[in-house]
């Protein structure tokens, strides 16, 4: 019990005071028992005489009732409120601290309260067989795991299961070495940013872009540079003149659109950071979800410069709260990024790391990603039924066969109409997400994100019968 004597007076009274005050700010909650006399005054330092006369002093005025031997509970009082003048605004924060308040004025809005179906992006599946298969792993590694063996890349178990996995499924040839165990993508590219971005540094970006990665990098300083994408991912012909620090792609499944980046483009985009001696981020975020072939090999399998820093994360495979990601770093970055790495927080948590290691050895981790991409195959098959059978002509699909998402373009639709739309699904139940957050400039078309993972086939039958009902009412009103 924390209790702060005020060193004015006989001991007694001091700790009086103290339990008052606890009691009337509502610290110590009513009904709860005081500790044993015994117990605080070891706790304190004082002799259990004092503490004795501390709770009959308290028990005289009303503040608790109970008898010595039977416990001591706080009465039933009115608490005052605690007397703390607290500022909701500091006078200076910093440039960082301002810039990361303006981009996070916004969000993707999240309606998702109340409704029956939420096609909001980046829900997870709910799966109760990995979930039993992990618990099962994390018990296993929370026993068997040397707390103390910190390695700082990672732990080199994890780092060998994620090069044999980089190898086999993405085409990516690394050692260990190369390897460096993140929390999630999302420090990947904070630590991208301190090792190579200086405020004011040029990065570009693809239009529509991923949201996180935009905002962490507007809120470092950099200079945001803005390359539109097509069918076929970046438009490499529109790069800048003036040489970026970085470019941010997710040449596999283009983030949100989905396309995927052309083998033409690859290789201009390799030749572009060669000339200009920039650094290329390949954000490879859900890589292994293909449905139709093989999915295609990595950028990072191209690059001959060692000029791509590949991520990978486990969210997307896993689930998102593991916060577990790797890079493989060119060589040249590798002392920068660890360095940065443990100035920010050392390592990752240990244990999730050996039981994800072992679940990747054991072969469970393969047997969830077939299930995983069996199921979603199946998600996104009923999707664009539903959306052929009832949004039918009045949307425009965009067809990739990979991912958890989907974008659908609304024919006809300026921003005040598709808004409306929105507002009608969301009242009756039907959680639609707008494409616009994603645009650093106004869209020429109105779009929806469609994330898929969180619904099972027949919510998501439903939930397309809904959208059509939707259209309708849209037509008529
Ligand atoms: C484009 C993109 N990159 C990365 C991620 C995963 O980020 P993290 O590894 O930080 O969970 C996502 C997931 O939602 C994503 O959409």
Same mark, same amino acid.
């Given at each position: 019990m924390f209790l702060e004597l005020d060193g004015q007076g006989p001991l007694y009274d001091q700790l009086t005071r103290a339990l008052k005050a606890s009691i009337l700010d509502g610290r110590i909650a009513a009904g709860t028992q005081l500790p044993p006399t015994r117990e605080l005054a070891h706790e304190l330092e004082i002799s259990r005489t004092t503490v004795l006369a501390a709770y009959e002093q308290l028990r005289a005025e009303g503040y608790i009732d109970g008898r010595v031997g039977s416990g001591s509970f706080v009465s039933h009082l009115q608490a005052r409120p605690l007397a703390h003048h607290v500022s909701t605004d500091i006078d200076a924060p910093s440039r960082y601290a301002e810039r990361a308040r303006k981009v996070r004025n916004w969000d993707i809005p999240r309606m998702h309260r109340g409704l029956r179906y939420n096609l909001e992006y980046g829900y997870p599946m709910i799966n109760p067989t990995l979930n039993n298969a992990w618990g099962r792993e994390l018990a296993r590694a929370a026993v068997y795991t040397r707390l103390n063996a910190v390695e700082l890349a990672g732990l080199g178990v994890l780092r060998k299961q994620t090069c044999d996995y980089l190898a086999r499924r993405r085409g990516v040839q690394a050692e260990p070495d190369d390897v460096l165990i993140v929390t999630g993508t999302q420090q990947a590219i904070n630590l991208a940013a301190r090792v190579l971005v200086n405020e004011g540094d040029p990065v570009v970006l693809e239009e529509p872009h991923y949201f996180l990665a935009h905002q962490a990098l507007a809120a470092h300083g950099a200079e945001l540079v803005s390359v539109r994408t097509d069918e076929h991912g970046l438009i490499c012909s529109e790069l800048p003149e003036q040489s970026p620090r970085l470019i941010y792609v997710t !040449? @596999? +499944? +283009?983030? !949100?659109?989905?396309a995927v980046l052309s083998m033409q483009r690859r290789l201009d985009l390799l030749h572009y950071a060669e000339r200009h001696q920039c650094w290329i981020l390949e954000d490879d975020y859900d890589g292994e979800f293909r449905y139709d072939a093989h999915p295609l090999a990595a950028l990072r399998s191209l690059d001959e410069q060692d000029r791509v820093i590949y991520v990978g994360t486990f969210s997307k495979v896993m689930f998102g709260g593991l916060r577990l990601a790797y890079m493989v770093m060119p060589a040249a970055l590798r002392a920068d990024f660890l360095n940065a790495k443990y100035l920010t927080d050392m390592v990752c948590p240990v244990i999730e790391q050996a039981a994800l290691a072992r679940f990747m050895e054991d072969g469970g981790f393969e047997r969830h990603l077939r299930a995983a991409r069996k199921e979603l195959k199946a998600r996104r098959e009923m999707l664009i039924a539903g959306l052929k059978e009832h949004a039918r002509d009045r949307v425009e699909i965009t067809d990739t066969p990979a991912g958890m998402h989907m974008v659908v373009w609304l024919r006809g639709y300026d921003a005040p109409r598709r808004e409306a739309l929105v507002a009608y699904a969301h009242e009756h139940g039907l959680g639609l997400h707008p494409? @616009? !957050?994603?645009?650093a400039r106004a869209p020429e078309r109105q779009g929806l994100l469609l994330g898929y993972c969180s619904l099972s086939v027949n919510e998501l039958r439903e939930a397309m019968r809904l959208f059509g009902q939707c259209l309708d009412y849209m037509e008529q009103a």
């Open positions: !040449p @596999s +499944h +283009h983030f !949100p659109t989905g494409m @616009s !957050p994603l645009y």
